[in-house]
């Protein structure tokens, strides 16, 4: 769901699920030259808060960690890049997708 919100904004999906021995990256997106670090997080209800609240510090550092290692291996430059959270929170009748672009920095 995630994958295809970002291709209907005209983000090209670069990878899906990429592993390293940081951690993974959900997905890995191109727009206009950026390359987007995207987290997804999804719910069935708010019970333990707002999906997107769910990215804490540690799990940030991760990503971090994670997306150097792609860069590294993709010699691309660390100045085009960015971090991504999407949230969907799942009910029996619809599906509720907040994207917070930028949600944190290296």
Known sequence: MAAAYLERKGYHILERNYRTRHGEIDL????EGIVV???VKTARNL??????CWVNFRKR???IRAAEAYLMGKS???DNCRF??????LDEK???LTHI?????A
Do not use: T, Y
């Open 76 to 78: 691309a430059g660390e």
């Open 47 to 52: 019970s333990f808060g707002p999906p997107q």
């Open 84 to 89: 991504d959270v999407i949230a969907i929170l």
């Open 61 to 63: 550092d991760h990503l």
């Open 94 to 96: 619809e599906a509720q």
């Open 28 to 31: 890995i997106a191109q727009r």
């Open 101 to 105: 672009v930028n949600a944190f920095s």
């Open 37 to 39: 670090f995207v987290e």
